[in-house]
């Protein structure tokens, strides 16, 4: 396949309040770089992240989705990331069965200290969706970009 | 029809150096509903606020987009300003475009593009917001120290000063902490016994003070101003109300070999004890580890000779439950333990101690009576070799990344003691850095240097060798000298680093607080909010939250206090009106919600629904206690049909931003 370098992903962050978006914004206190490419959305827990919502955003024609939560353990509502880690597994097998890559999913836990982290995953996560090239596969194509 | 206000901030150049905020006011300004898009160098200034204010009564706004710094930051002051001219606060939405755009890009194209996006995708969520009210719950006034060192004393003094009623729980036989170990503090060296005991007296005779010793907690539910808290108190064998703390008993304890603890392990206890002379509550305790008596069922001397009958070997941990409206944790530091650290031979090497191991050496009440003697022939050291940063600022995983603050000053001071007291001893002190701000420090530590004589050499010590003729053979390198030096010691002290208590982060899960990668507990801001955990109605002080040496650590604990007594003076507490609530006339009842709920604050009730064939049929269906949910949304996604959604973060809200995003 050919890696096409001009091709900017769309990519969706889901953050949780507490810990991973407290970390996006350490990362830019710090002024620690990553792609424009990714753009965030607050939710509450990790565990307020329906799959309906990682599907829609394939749909609509997002190349990549990270949800980013607490640590294990270390969850605002004690449990929500453990919830969110079962339901991503489970996600995972459907999107497999869709023909979604698995790597245009990920999930990520980053506490509200680790804006390095936050930073590195997010340049990570960015280049590994480049390589994979355009979602395509559930883009819906009354969406795409004229 | 939705009449929208965007309005979006220079932060001086923060924003506005990296994002076009022009293009971005009049790119949203084309969005649908939109009616008014401004630009302003601060909007969260009096006057940007003002001009908000007047947008919002001018248009008649249904809504505001405000593209700024992070919702954590001034998400409140919008809300509030909203409010202040009638529009319901939650009908404010944030675009972050500064944490999250101009300060982390650089390209000022695309940090615009990227700008206008979150900038739609904030105006698609406004359009679904819906205006909230919060509710009020009640505060219970009552207030929960956890640790019982000098942080914990401090915070539990000023709230009981203030009239509230503060229960300590420590988990040591008795409140006091490391201060307690310490023999002199720095940089006045004045006696930390005689600074502290007055004050752990004082806990013990104030009125609204309750001490539970022995003491920890095993459980944490509810949310701010109504906390229920279990405590278990270890079962310690003695009847608490009857131990007069006589002390007849550990004379007589015929288990006279126990590694003392508050000794650091220097010399031996009875199975029977009381930690310290000054201990509070001063009242024995049986080590069960030790005991004949719980061990084998043999001896029983103590329960002979205590004149009020106070002993009980059938004594059972207790569980007991208190509500409070706010908890501070104060649990405090350990030095590391120092095991991996096989070039000092710490473990090989009775002469090798730690910094806390010589505070008890030196100390009046220490194994010697305060007479420094090396632990293993009981000689006078004559030549002390320090070495600092054992553990700290080390990149390896065998130490810890950040400096311990402490040891510094510790050390200035053991070498000046040491120095005054016994004019012979040649005390050497090998550093990477030293490290003195703070009132009087540097002062003091110069005073070591140029009025004691006290060698200080810039190096790493290499190698620790203990020798056959009781000698210490020290090998460190001078860097500035470029030399390699080889010391023949007869003390060894290592100033090993510090890290959070283990009992730290087991209950920080259970508060639901954060806390950063080496164990300290995370204040909510480290500037602005230095003494709040990002978890309301939890507090911090002193070494639990990063290394402190005492001034500081009592200052937290005041600061803690007031930030607690803040909460306790309120009769009630806002609620989070982001909450979960059920459609009811989509539930069906099949609990999925209530399983996942982690506050239990869903429940079932029967309800009576008008069929399309207007008969009527009572079914189950959820219903959400908005005083109890907290809003973490699990259920809305457990629910298979979509009856369950959270007010502020809806299905639909989260969808539009998506929407918006990926457009």
């Not at chain 2, 752990?200 to 003491?215: A, P, R, Y």
């Not at chain 2, 001397?301 to 908890?327: H, N, R, T």
């Not at chain 2, 030196?362 to 940063?389: E, W, Y």
């Not at chain 2, 006339?585 to 029967?606: F, H, Q, R, W």
Request: with cysteine.
């Amino acid at each position: 396949m050919q890696v096409n370098n001009n091709f900017e992903p769309v990519i969706v962050a889901f953050c949780c309040n507490w810990c991973s978006y407290a970390g996006a914004d350490l990362s830019g206190t710090n002024r620690l770089n990553y792609p424009t490419n990714v753009k965030i959305i607050r939710v509450p827990c990790s565990c307020r992240v329906n799959p309906m919502f990682i599907l829609r955003a394939f749909q609509k024609g997002a190349d990549g989705v990270i949800i980013c939560g607490c640590h294990p353990g270390d969850c605002h509502y004690t449990s929500g990331n453990y919830f969110t880690r079962r339901r991503i597994t489970l996600l995972y097998s459907m999107l497999d069965f869709l023909g979604i890559e698995r790597n245009r999913t990920r999930l990520e836990w980053v506490s509200a200290a680790e804006g390095a982290k936050f930073a590195a995953t997010m340049q990570q996560f960015t280049e590994d969706v480049r390589k994979l090239g355009p979602n395509r596969r559930l883009e819906d194509l009354r969406c795409r970009k004229q | 029809m939705q009449r929208i206000g965007v309005f979006v901030c220079h932060c001086g150049t923060n924003i506005a150096a990296t994002v076009d905020v022009k293009a971005v006011a009049e790119a949203l300004g084309h969005e649908p509903g939109v009616v008014i898009s401004q630009d302003y160098q601060y909007m969260c200034s009096e006057s940007g606020q003002n001009l908000v204010k007047d947008a919002i009564k001018e248009h008649n706004l249904t809504g505001i987009v405000i593209c700024s710094c992070s919702p954590r930051m001034h998400e409140n002051t919008f809300r509030k300003a909203a409010a202040s001219v009638g529009l319901n606060p939650y009908l404010v939405e944030i675009a972050n475009i500064r944490e999250q755009c101009s300060w982390i890009h650089k390209e000022i194209a695309t940090a615009t593009e990227k700008a206008i996006i979150l900038g739609k995708a904030a105006v698609a969520k406004v359009h679904l917001n819906a205006p909230l009210t919060a509710g009020e719950s009640p505060v219970v006034k009552r207030a929960l120290v956890i640790g019982g060192g000098i942080a914990g004393i401090q915070t539990a003094l000023d709230i009981a000063e203030a009239g509230f009623d503060v229960d300590i729980v420590e988990k040591e036989p008795t409140i006091g902490g490391k201060m307690a170990q310490i023999d002199k503090t720095f940089p006045t060296l004045d006696c930390a016994a005689c600074i502290l005991t007055p004050k752990m007296v004082e806990c013990s005779q104030n009125e609204k003070i309750h001490i539970h010793s022995f003491s920890e907690v095993s459980d944490v539910k509810g949310f701010v101003g109504n906390f229920t808290v279990t405590i278990k108190k270890k079962a310690r064998f003695v009847d608490e109300t009857k131990c007069t703390g006589c002390g007849l008993c550990t004379e007589k304890c015929p288990m006279k070999k126990v590694p003392n603890e508050f000794n650091m392990g220097l010399d031996n206890r009875t199975a029977i004890y009381i930690p310290f002379a000054q201990a509070v509550p001063k009242v024995a305790t049986i080590d069960p580890n030790h005991c004949m008596m719980l061990k084998t069922g043999k001896c029983g001397v103590c329960s002979k000779v205590c004149s009020v009958g106070a002993i009980d070997y059938k004594q059972q941990d207790q569980f007991i439950e208190e509500k409070y409206g706010a908890i501070v944790v104060a649990t405090g530091f350990n030095p590391i333990k120092l095991d991996k650290y096989d070039e000092f031979a710490y473990n090989q090497c009775a002469d090798v101690v730690t910094s806390l191991e010589l505070e008890r050496l030196m100390n009046a009440a220490g194994p010697n009576g305060g007479t420094l003697l090396r632990p293993s022939d009981k000689t006078h050291p004559h030549k002390i070799v320090f070495v600092q940063c054992v553990g700290s600022r080390c990149d390896d995983s065998k130490g810890k990344p950040y400096c311990s603050k402490i040891c510094c000053m510790y050390t200035a001071k053991h070498a000046m003691l040491i120095r005054e007291k016994y004019p012979d001893t040649e005390v050497y002190v090998f550093y990477i850095d030293v490290r003195t701000p703070g009132k009087n420090f540097d002062e003091f530590y110069r005073r070591a240097v140029e009025q004691y004589n006290v060698h200080y050499i810039k190096g790493m010590v290499g190698k620790v060798t203990p020798k056959s003729d009781g000698k210490i053979d020290v090998q460190a390198s001078d860097l500035l000298s470029n030399e390699q030096l080889h010391i023949d010691a007869d003390l060894v002290v290592l100033a090993a680093a510090i890290e959070p208590d283990k009992t730290a982060r087991p209950l920080a899960t259970m508060l639901t607080t954060q806390m950063d990668t080496n164990d300290f507990f995370t204040e909510a801001h480290p500037k602005l909010r230095p003494v709040e955990s990002a978890t309301a109605g939890i507090f911090l002080s002193g070494a639990c939250q990063g290394p402190k040496d005492i001034p500081e650590t009592v200052a937290q604990g005041s600061a803690a206090a007031a930030k607690a007594i803040g909460l306790l003076c309120k009769n009630s507490i806002t609620c989070n009106p982001c909450v979960a609530h059920s459609d009811e006339l989509m539930c069906n009842g099949c609990s999925s919600c209530e399983k996942v709920c982690p506050y239990g604050a869903i429940t079932y009730i029967d309800k009576e629904f008008r069929m399309p064939d207007r008969t009527t049929a009572i079914r189950r269906v959820a219903s959400v206690n908005p005083a109890v949910c907290q809003g973490c949304g699990a259920c809305t996604v457990a629910c298979p049909s979509g009856a369950m959604d959270l007010n502020g973060f809806s299905n639909s809200q989260i969808m539009a931003e998506v929407d918006a995003i990926c457009k």
